[in-house]
């Protein structure tokens, strides 16, 4: 009785196949594609429109100052150093985001907008001793930074193409 070889060893004389690479390539979803524009542009609305709403006790948010994300002193900003500044600049990062194939910029400007709306929160807590001073401002960036968070996550999807290829003329006995 014959030994059997084992298979990754080939018998001397014979020819090896070598096993094709998977390759993968990027494919567009454009219900996903419709879908991340959507988002991101709804969620960079509710930034920049929550920005020049009210945001704590009747402030605007283009009048509470930058630092407010960390003290509780809400007042003296210019428009430039303020937090509402702060979300337009963020809302227009996410849509530069949508330019880049994976999205990962977009998620990016949401997380940093879910940051600061949490860090702002815990600040007016502990300015007002509660949150009776949120209005609609910081709702909208709330919203808004999340549907850019989730926004982020739409777009092309990589698919995995594998090659398969068969010896022809050459028998195995």
Request: proline share 3%; charged share 10%.
């Amino acid at each position: 009785m014959a030994r059997r070889q084992p298979v990754y060893e080939e018998p001397a004389g014979r020819p090896v196949g070598v096993a094709p690479a998977a390759t993968t390539r990027a494919r567009p979803s454009y219900a996903g594609l419709a879908g991340r524009i959507v988002l991101t542009l709804l969620g960079a609305a509710g930034l920049i429109i929550g920005s020049f709403t009210n945001v704590v006790n009747g402030t605007s948010g283009t009048n509470v100052p930058f630092r407010a994300l960390w003290t509780t002193d809400f007042t003296g900003a210019t428009f430039i150093t303020s937090l509402g500044f702060a979300m337009i600049v963020v809302a227009l990062v996410a849509i530069v985001g949508m330019s880049l194939r994976t999205g990962w910029l977009t998620s990016f400007a949401g997380a940093v907008g879910i940051v600061a709306v949490i860090l702002f929160i815990i600040e007016v807590g502990r300015g007002n001793g509660g949150l009776n001073g949120v209005d609609l401002g910081v709702w909208l960036w709330g919203i808004g930074s999340l549907l850019c968070l989730i926004g982020g996550f739409f777009g092309t999807r990589r698919q995995v193409e594998v090659v398969e290829t068969t010896t022809t003329g050459t028998t195995y006995r």
